[in-house]
């Protein structure tokens, strides 16, 4: 089972001479130096890649034609390399996630095989966490929650689907919380796995659950940042550039210094203590954005036909 913490376990393969030029210890493995290309064109690359549903080929060409020549194969090391470091220089910026929780799983081929992925949507359709499993069983759905319970806390409510062992795992890990099962109550997370799947789809298919993980987890990465569920690029002058200047501010923070990841393949807790949002500012880890509530998520945010009320 892979899950969003193993995403530093990355099968790099052997390194091309026109990609590297320099080893480095694993402190500083994360950092841009004895790379041959500049950091603004390898978080370009990066960027365009989890952001939009673009191939390694398609990237390599938006490239060529401002007079960038790189391989394929580089930018898919930028995309595997990069996106974990870029995830956790981010997260003293997260916003806090709400107490209503949607959980479900989806399905995505990685070599050919049926793998499972878990996620989770809170109320304001902030992409929780996820997880990719080989199996769908009782000890994936344990996994998961653990994990996300660690990161964000207990929630009020959870909304999954009829399946045996998310019943299971809510009533021992999260009793106290209002579970609800009821048909089309999950609409939320299933809408919002379209997102998922559409960014997937122009790809030729995932080779490996490591690399997959790294996909996946980036992509939700960058939904966040789009919705407005990170302190970063909150300066840009229209929404549509927040995304590339929350990359710029990341950039300075994974450059120069980088911290050296856990060597398990499970991701140490965050000592939110002495970890500093890169835009500077004080983030709230206590109260959800209620009023960073952006128009592009109007949508997901109705009311869902078919779906109970519930108490806020």
Same mark, same amino acid.
């Given at each position: 089972?892979?899950?969003i913490g193993t995403v530093a376990l990355?099968?790099?393969? =052997?390194?091309?001479?026109?990609?590297?030029?320099?080893?480095?210890?694993?402190?500083?493995?994360?950092?841009?130096?004895?790379?041959? !290309?500049?950091?603004?064109?390898?978080?370009?690359?990066? /960027?365009?890649?989890?952001?939009?549903?673009?191939?390694?080929?398609? *990237?390599?060409?938006?490239?060529?034609?401002?007079?960038?020549?790189?391989?394929? *194969?580089?930018?898919?090391?930028?995309?595997?390399?990069?996106?974990? =470091?870029?995830?956790?220089?981010?997260?003293?910026? /997260? #916003?806090?996630? &709400?107490?209503?929780?949607?959980?479900?799983?989806? %399905?995505?081929?990685?070599?050919?095989?049926?793998?499972?992925?878990?996620?989770?949507?809170?109320? %304001? &359709?902030?992409?929780?966490?996820?997880y990719v499993s080989k199996r769908r069983?009782?000890?994936?759905?344990?996994? !998961? !929650?653990?994990?996300?319970?660690?990161?964000?806390?207990? =929630?009020?409510? *959870?909304?999954?689907?009829?399946?045996?062992?998310?019943?299971?795992?809510?009533?021992?890990?999260?009793?106290?919380?209002? #579970?609800?099962?009821?048909?089309?109550?999950?609409?939320?997370?299933?809408?919002?796995?379209?997102?998922?799947?559409?960014?997937?789809?122009?790809?030729r298919g995932l080779l490996t659950d490591?690399?997959?993980?790294?996909?996946?987890?980036?992509?939700?990465? *960058?939904?966040?940042?789009?919705?407005?569920?990170?302190?970063?690029?909150?300066?840009?002058?229209?929404? #549509?550039?927040?995304?590339?200047?929350?990359?710029?501010?990341?950039?300075?923070?994974?450059?120069?210094?980088?911290?050296? /990841?856990? =060597?398990?393949? /499970?991701?140490?807790?965050?000592?939110?203590?002495?970890?500093?949002?890169?835009?500077?500012?004080?983030?709230?880890?206590?109260?959800?954005?209620?009023?960073?509530?952006?128009?592009?998520?109007?949508?997901?945010?109705?009311?869902?036909? &078919?779906?109970?009320?519930?108490?806020?």
């Amino acid at each position: 089972m892979i899950s969003i913490g193993t995403v530093a376990l990355m099968d790099r393969g =052997p390194s091309s001479e026109g990609d590297r030029v320099n080893h480095h210890s694993p402190a500083e493995s994360a950092s841009f130096a004895g790379y041959r !290309f500049p950091p603004e064109v390898i978080l370009l690359a990066v /960027r365009w890649y989890l952001r939009y549903g673009l191939s390694y080929r398609d *990237v390599e060409e938006l490239l060529a034609e401002r007079g960038i020549d790189v391989d394929h *194969v580089t930018v898919y090391r930028w995309v595997q390399r990069f996106t974990p =470091p870029l995830i956790d220089a981010a997260r003293p910026c /997260r #916003h806090a996630v &709400g107490d209503r929780w949607f959980v479900d799983e989806t %399905y995505v081929k990685v070599n050919g095989v049926w793998r499972y992925v878990y996620r989770a949507v809170d109320q %304001y &359709g902030q992409i929780i966490d996820v997880y990719v499993s080989k199996r769908r069983n009782i000890a994936a759905a344990t996994h !998961f !929650f653990e994990t996300a319970l660690a990161g964000h806390g207990r =929630p009020a409510e *959870v909304t999954t689907i009829l399946a045996a062992p998310l019943l299971r795992v809510v009533d021992e890990l999260i009793p106290e919380a209002l #579970h609800d099962t009821e048909q089309y109550a999950n609409n939320r997370i299933e809408r919002d796995h379209g997102r998922l799947k559409a960014r997937l789809r122009p790809m030729r298919g995932l080779l490996t659950d490591r690399t997959a993980s790294v996909v996946i987890s980036g992509h939700a990465f *960058v939904q966040n940042l789009r919705r407005g569920h990170y302190e970063l690029g909150m300066e840009a002058d229209r929404k #549509h550039l927040r995304l590339a200047a929350a990359f710029d501010e990341l950039a300075a923070v994974i450059g120069p210094n980088p911290e050296p /990841r856990p =060597p398990t393949g /499970r991701t140490a807790p965050a000592d939110r203590s002495t970890q500093r949002c890169p835009s500077g500012t004080n983030t709230s880890w206590a109260t959800p954005p209620h009023w960073k509530l952006q128009s592009d998520q109007q949508d997901s945010l109705a009311p869902l036909t &078919g779906t109970r009320a519930r108490a806020a």
